[in-house]
């Protein structure tokens, strides 16, 4: 009689390969656009503005202009994020391997990496956050209002599909060169010349543009690859740069202004950095625990320029 195996089951060595994380696309929106520290509920942006009138010369004095003193209140929401793991779960699966001898668990054997993949985690929620934020929404969008809401509530914002080259129904690699240079020739005059004006846009809308513009140009094509930063690259003939970020994924919004003119609130500038892992010794549980605070508002509606579908 030959060796009968009926009664295993199939062997899988588990504890072969380390220990990975699930990658998630890096938020970078934080570094372009202003951050205010030190904002415990909500400060204001103090903005001066003034009128100047000439006159022709002669002798006295005559007044004339205006100087205005006006306020924007960039309020911050706090934000929390807590776990907890019991540690003696991990002791009936393969994970037994990675803990220390004995019955007292008192810290998780892949912490290192448990770190990193909450630390990116909550970059990647506060990514979202600052775009599409909405306090009468769900899920964690729901925690604080994003830029888009902000942008959205204000009269004065430059419409950049409002057909100076085209007005758009749907963006693809047919007209989205001239959607980016529609809003281009949107820009008010009073900011044309700034050398910090950005284009941000989704990472789906990025590579379309990216593709048509060397479609286009053939080998003429110079993109992020010849200037220095990836998802990244000026607008033709422009001093328009344009960023690709995540948080614009999927919402075929677009979104033009000066960086110094979008705004997120923040308590301290590394609350979205810090967090504490640590064993409750009454609960008999590792527990996880992360507390920031996150806002955000525009200094100059009239200066920023928005693109969203014509429905």
Request: hydrophobic share 40%; proline share 2%; net charge negative.
């Amino acid at each position: 009689m030959g060796l009968d195996v009926s009664g295993l089951s199939v062997y899988t060595d588990e504890n072969k390969l380390d220990l990975i994380k699930k990658s998630i696309l890096e938020g970078r929106t934080l570094n372009y656009i202003t951050v205010q520290p030190d904002i415990k509920s909500s400060a204001t942006i103090n903005i001066i503005d003034s009128t100047l009138v000439g006159q022709a010369g002669s002798c006295g004095f005559n007044s004339d202009g205006t100087t205005v003193l006006s306020q924007r209140t960039i309020g911050v929401a706090p934000i929390k994020v807590n776990e907890s793991i019991c540690v003696d779960t991990l002791e009936s699966y393969y994970t037994q391997k990675m803990m220390n001898a004995g019955s007292y668990n008192e810290s998780i054997p892949f912490e290192q990496i448990y770190a990193e993949d909450k630390a990116e985690k909550i970059a990647d929620m506060l990514e979202s956050i600052v775009w599409k934020g909405d306090t009468l929404g769900s899920g964690n969008l729901a925690l604080a209002d994003g830029l888009l809401k902000v942008i959205d509530a204000e009269s004065s914002v430059v419409d950049g599909n409002s057909g100076a080259v085209t007005v758009a129904t749907g963006v693809t690699a047919a007209n989205i060169i001239d959607v980016v240079d529609g809003m281009v020739a949107a820009v008010p005059a009073d900011i044309i010349d700034a050398e910090d004006i950005v284009l941000f846009m989704g990472y789906d809308n990025y590579r379309t543009y990216a593709k048509a513009l060397r479609d286009a140009n053939l080998f003429a094509y110079t993109g992020a690859e010849d200037q220095g930063e990836k998802f990244s690259q000026m607008v033709p003939g422009t001093n328009v740069k344009v960023i690709a970020v995540k948080g614009l994924n999927g919402t075929a919004r677009m979104i033009l202004s000066r960086t110094a003119n979008l705004y997120v609130g923040t308590d301290l500038l590394n609350d979205a950095e810090q967090f504490s892992i640590f064993y409750s010794k009454d609960n008999d549980e590792v527990r996880f625990v992360a507390k920031l605070k996150i806002g955000t508002q525009i200094a100059f509606p009239e200066f920023v320029v928005e693109f969203t579908l014509v429905p």
